[in-house]
């Protein structure tokens, strides 16, 4: 069966340092990978996603970046973390090509810049 | 561009009395409608999905309703009981897309 994981689970920052959230799926091949922000009491925002290995479409201009070294490996990274960054960011995958609509998210990381 | 609005943004219900909570789409071309559980602190999880050839699909207690010339699809939830409090999101899909698109929520409140 397939298996997401998110890492850190929770993670305080101050303004201005780096960012960087991992998630990686086990148990499927060339998934689509997605990144979504909920702010507190907020619905999904779509930040990024990606079709294959290098390949990032962007949704919202702004200080995050993507990138997908792996085939299942996302990354979310930021070089100067603003307090607006402060939020719930969510890790999802879908099956490739079609042949699984549905999407399934990870744990989240928490994320609080001060 | 693709759309999904949700009703109502919050719902309060004593515990045993139903819920039902309503969506509708803009993108004709959607065939898959999952509706997703989010507990406080967690990550969405499926809880029931239906496809564009079903009109209704059950699992105990869930119901998803889909009506696809107006194109709006609804969740209900009998016999609620606390447990069930959580942020609902419908969503919309269609077959070899890239995105889900995802309505806003709704805050689920069963008040015991």
């Known amino acids: 069966s397939q298996t997401i994981h998110q890492w850190p689970a929770t993670l305080v920052q101050p303004v201005g340092s780096p960012l960087s959230l991992e998630c990686t799926v086990e148990?499927?091949?060339?998934?689509?990978l997605y990144w979504y922000r909920q702010a507190a009491g907020r619905g999904l925002q779509l930040l990024f996603y990606?079709?294959?290995?290098?390949?990032i479409s962007s949704e919202v201009p702004q200080n995050l970046s993507a990138s997908r070294p792996q085939d299942r490996q996302f990354i979310l990274s930021s070089k100067k973390l603003l307090l607006s960054d402060s939020g719930f960011y969510l890790c999802?995958?879908?099956?490739?090509?079609?042949?699984?609509?549905?999407?399934?998210f990870g744990p989240g990381t928490r994320l609080l810049v001060l | 561009g693709e759309n999904v609005e949700q009703h109502p943004s919050t719902l309060s219900v004593q515990e045993g009395d139903s819920a039902v909570i309503k969506c509708t789409y803009s993108?004709?071309?959607?065939?898959?409608f999952p509706w997703y559980k989010q507990e406080l602190g967690k990550g969405p999880q499926l809880i029931i999905d239906?496809?564009?050839?079903?009109g209704e699909k059950k699992d105990q207690r869930i119901a998803v309703t889909l009506n696809k010339t107006a194109k709006h699809f609804s969740l209900h939830i009998t016999e609620t009981q606390p447990e069930d409090s959580a942020v609902y999101f419908c969503?919309?899909?269609?077959?070899?897309?890239?995105?889900?698109?995802f309505g806003a929520g709704t805050r689920l409140f069963v008040k015991a």
């Open positions: 148990g499927t091949s060339n998934p689509n």
């Open positions: 993108d004709s071309a959607s065939n898959y």
């Open positions: 969503a919309a899909s269609f077959f070899r897309g890239f995105k889900t698109i």
């Open positions: 990606s079709v294959g290995i290098g390949q």
């Open positions: 239906i496809r564009s050839n079903v």
């Open positions: 999802a995958w879908r099956g490739a090509g079609g042949r699984e609509e549905t999407q399934y």
